[in-house]
């Protein structure tokens, strides 16, 4: 079936640090991925996606690459803020399927 | 546009009693509404999927019995969990799609935290 891995946390990285949460995925034909970002207290916000190979989904200074070959899907920021504190969610959904399957979640703590 | 709103944000309750907690769609029409439960610390459990007019999916392992979900049109959906006990204490969380999009992008609600005493 299924399955998305992600790097467990917590993690916890310094304002203006480099960010790598690393996500793979386990599934048959070409699912569509996604970032979604929970804050403290909030329900979740989709943060990026790729549907397809090779796609570079990017928003608010974060970007994760569809990479087919390695089935990964790592998100990755240059210089986080303290703002990014939050739990951050690998997804995805198989074409046709509106369900998604979801990673355990990384909690990102950025320190001032 | 694309929200989601749940009410009540936040419940606490007897355990013995029923709680029911709404999911809308605030500026679309959700073809199929998802419930899901979070535990502290701990990924989203997709508890059901609704479709408007029809019986719920439930996952496997879900009492449909003791959460009972109700899509009574294509704004809202209601998740009623009864009579309580504090192991149903949770966060519950709602997302609906439109239909529309080509990747079935789901919107989430900002969740209900529910504590049964």
């Known amino acids: 079936g299924n399955s998305v891995t992600q790097m467990e946390g917590p993690v916890t990285l310094s304002e203006e640090a480099f960010l790598t949460i690393n996500c793979t995925y386990t599934?048959?034909?070409?699912?569509?991925l996604f970032w979604y970002v929970q804050y403290p207290g909030e329900g979740l916000q989709l943060l990026l996606k790729a549907t397809k190979a090779d796609d570079k989904g990017s928003n608010k200074g974060f970007e994760a690459t569809y990479r087919k070959e390695t089935t990964s899907f790592h998100l990755e920021k240059g210089s986080v803020q303290v703002s990014d504190s939050a739990v951050y969610f690998c997804a995805l959904n198989q074409g046709g399927s509106e369900k998604l399957v979801f990673g355990k979640g990384t909690k990102l703590t950025v320190n001032p | 546009g694309a929200v989601v709103s749940q009410h009540p944000s936040w419940v606490i309750c007897k355990s013995g009693t029923s709680v029911k907690i709404e999911c809308r769609s605030l500026d679309f029409q959700a073809t199929t509404m998802f419930w899901y439960r979070q535990f502290p610390k701990q990924s989203l459990m997709l508890m059901a999927t609704s479709n408007e007019g029809s019986k719920a999916t439930y996952e496997q392992g879900v009492e449909k019995d003791k959460f009972l979900i109700n899509h009574a049109s294509l704004t809202l959906s209601t998740l009623t969990v009864t009579s309580a006990h504090p192991e149903d204490s949770s966060f519950y969380i709602c997302?609906?799609?439109?239909?529309?999009?080509?990747?079935?992008?789901?919107?989430f609600g900002p969740g209900t935290r529910l504590t049964v005493l």
């Open positions: 997302s609906a799609c439109t239909g529309q999009s080509s990747y079935n992008e789901q919107f």
């Open positions: 599934a048959t034909g070409y699912p569509s």
